[in-house]
């Protein structure tokens, strides 16, 4: 196959990616979590015992957000662990399209302060995802998808 026949595929690859999604609707295109729920709340499950985690001593990058967040933690259902609760305190400044462009989105600081806190509360380290190698790679259909995820995985695969 020829660069030009592959970089064409690629694109319309993409371009039936974007209608499905479009058709679909933007629930469709968000990943599990990406849309925040009216109470503000956010969770995440870690394979701890609830009495393990005290809301007063918090992970240090739940710690790093201070006064901005209020944290709740309880017991997991069925005895899975326990549920680590954050919201932000002051919800005003709404979180939008602008916000996560400008890089100054705090639900988007928030998601990601939970899931490094669950690292380093169950693994004791903040795991780091190796970069992808450089250089030039040869332009495939499936190629061109992952590109575009790899893009959006940094903003919690938000758009």
Do not use: F, N
Not at 78 to 101: C, F, H, P, Q, V
């Amino acid at each position: 196959m020829s660069p030009h026949v592959a970089a064409r595929a690629a694109r319309a690859g993409g371009a039936l990616v974007d209608q499905l999604r479009s058709t679909l609707g933007p629930s469709s295109s968000s990943p599990a979590g990406a849309s925040s729920p009216t109470s503000g709340w956010l969770a995440v499950t870690v394979l701890c015992q609830p009495d393990e985690l005290d809301p007063a001593s918090l992970p240090a990058p739940l710690a790093e957000l201070g006064d901005r967040i209020e944290v709740d933690v309880r017991p997991a259902p069925a005895d899975k662990g326990t549920e680590l609760y954050a919201r932000l305190i002051d919800r005003s400044g709404r979180s939008g399209a602008a916000s996560r462009l400008s890089g100054s989105d705090a639900e988007a600081e928030l998601r990601s302060a939970l899931r490094r806190a669950k690292q380093l509360i169950e693994v004791g380290e903040v795991l780091a995802v190796d970069p992808a190698p450089h250089g030039k790679r040869t332009a495939t259909p499936g190629g061109a998808l992952l590109e575009s995820w790899t893009k959006d995985a940094p903003a919690a695969g938000v758009r």
